[in-house]
T-cell receptor, first 115, second 112 residues
Framework: DVKVTQSSRYLVKRTGEKVFLECVQDMDHENMFWYRQDPGLGLRLIYFSYDVKMKEKGDIPEGYSVSREKKERFSLILESASTNQTSMYLC??????????????FGAGSRLTVL | AQSVTQPDIHITVSEGASLELRCNYSYGATPYLFWYVQSPGQGLQLLLKYFSGDTLVQGIKGFEAEFKRSQSSFNLRKPSVHWSDAAEYFCAATGTASKLTFGTGTRLQVTL
């Protein structure tokens, strides 16, 4: 069964800490995404990556960065966590998206609380 | 700007009753359309998708959705709801690029 694995389901961090959220997929997908989910706002795209070492900003990239050194792994980095980054973070992947007609496979999510 | 609207934040239905969740989109051309479901504490699972062709699409778990171009809608339906259908449902759309735009979600509660 294809899988997107997010290493941490629940994290509690303090304001100003550097936070790493890790995501690994075993489907050899080229494309990976990080979304943030908040009540009443749905899912908003933070960053995505079409290939190793490639990244593009989504709709809300401020305060975040990403790293994709290997095809299967896509990391979301909060350089200095703030309380307004308390949220559920969802990673997803898909194969070729040039047609737009591809389906995302999601991880189970990482719930981050920043105190 | 491209957008997806789910006008109902929360819906409650009785088990065995029919269900319709509304979704409207605003895109320059007909986008690809999706419905996802999220059970508590879980990631999102695809229910169904529309790319082209027959405007009534069948999905998993007995769900279906109908694409209506004239109304810019892609409503999700199920004839008889089961208690296990209680979850949050997201409509999403994308054009020729890869970025999905999601609606804000509809939380479904099922009463026994």
């Amino acid at each position: 069964d294809v899988k997107v694995t997010q290493s941490s389901r629940y994290l509690v961090k303090r304001t100003g800490e550097k936070v790493f959220l890790e995501c690994v997929q075993d489907m050899d997908h080229e494309n990976m995404f990080w979304y943030r989910q908040d009540p009443g706002l749905g899912l908003r795209l933070i960053y995505f990556s079409y290939d190793v070492k490639m990244k593009e900003k989504g709709d809300i990239p401020e305060g975040y960065s990403v790293s994709r050194e290997k095809k299967e792994r896509f990391s979301l980095i909060l350089e200095s966590a703030s309380t307004n980054q308390t949220s559920m973070y969802l990673c997803a992947s898909t194969s070729d998206t040039r047609s737009g007609a591809n389906v995302l496979t999601f991880g189970a999510g990482s719930r981050l609380t920043v105190l | 700007a491209q957008s997806v609207t789910q006008p109902d934040i929360h819906i409650t239905v009785s088990e065995g009753a029919s269900l319709e969740l509304r979704c409207n989109y605003s895109y320059g051309a007909t986008p690809y359309l999706f419905w996802y479901v999220q059970s508590p504490g879980q990631g999102l699972q695809l229910l169904l998708k529309y790319f082209s062709g027959d405007t009534l699409v069948q999905g998993i778990k007995g769900f279906e959705a109908e694409f209506k171009r004239s109304q810019s809608s892609f409503n999700l339906r199920k004839p008889s709801v089961h208690w296990s259908d209680a979850a949050e449902y997201f409509c999403a759309a994308t054009g020729t690029a890869s970025k999905l735009t999601f609606g804000t979600g509809t939380r479904l509660q099922v009463t026994l």
